[in-house]
């Protein structure tokens, strides 16, 4: 069936075509989450949280053709959440829970991969930026509206950000 019909079926109710729609979506939605997050758990923590919210929101979407944007706007705002969470947990820890924790987590942190690696050099805006475009398909003016920024922003943070990541992965190639 095709995406749009699916969209509208969803929006009258739909549940089946909404399941549909999912089944497009959720390897972008996942790997989108987990890149941003850094982690399995809370990747599907907020795929969820944004498929629950989208199911209930989708009557108010108004046109169909922005839907792949509306859900990746949710999702972004859903892993934000996720995000703001963990570092008021964090910041309420003590310092020794917050020692053994870095020092368990780190066991498990060590086998990233280059891509995860070459994501951390960005900063949380260049990372969303990256994910959005290369994942989640949206052009800089789609891209623009879900961060707050202008089409010509976007682009050149996107420029910045590709050529961070290119030259920290070239870094890794000459050490090997």
């Known amino acids: 069936m095709e995406e749009k019909s699916l969209i509208l079926k969803a929006k009258a109710g739909d549940k089946e075509a909404f399941c549909a729609l999912y089944?497009?979506?959720?390897?972008?939605?996942?790997?989108?989450?987990?890149?941003?997050l850094q982690n399995e758990e809370d990747a599907k923590d907020a795929v969820s949280d944004c498929v629950l919210s989208a199911f209930t929101q989708i009557g108010q979407l108004k046109k169909t053709e922005a839907f792949p944007a509306w859900l990746f706007r949710i999702l972004y705002c859903c892993c934000a959440s996720i995000i703001k969470a963990q570092?008021?947990?964090?910041?309420?820890?003590?310092?020794?829970?917050?020692e053994n924790t870095l020092s368990s987590d780190f066991q498990s942190e060590i086998e990233k991969t280059e891509?995860?690696?070459?994501?951390?050099?960005?900063?949380?805006n260049e990372r969303d930026i990256v994910l959005l475009s290369v994942i989640g398909g949206f052009n800089s003016r789609e891209i623009g509206k879900?961060?707050?920024m202008t089409a010509g922003a976007v682009r050149s943070k996107l420029?910045?950000?590709l050529k961070k990541m290119r030259a920290f992965l070239e870094g890794e190639q000459?050490?090997?």
Do not use: C, H, I, P
Request: charged fraction near 35%; charge should be positive; hydrophobic fraction near 30%.
């Open 23 to 36: 089944g497009l979506y959720k390897n972008r939605l996942y790997r989108y989450a987990f890149y941003r």
């Open 87 to 98: 570092a008021r947990q964090r910041s309420s820890e003590s310092f020794d829970d917050l």
């Open 159 to 161: 420029s910045r950000s």
């Open 115 to 124: 891509l995860q690696q070459a994501l951390l050099v960005l900063d949380e």
């Open 146 to 148: 879900m961060t707050d």
């Open 174 to 176: 000459n050490e090997k």
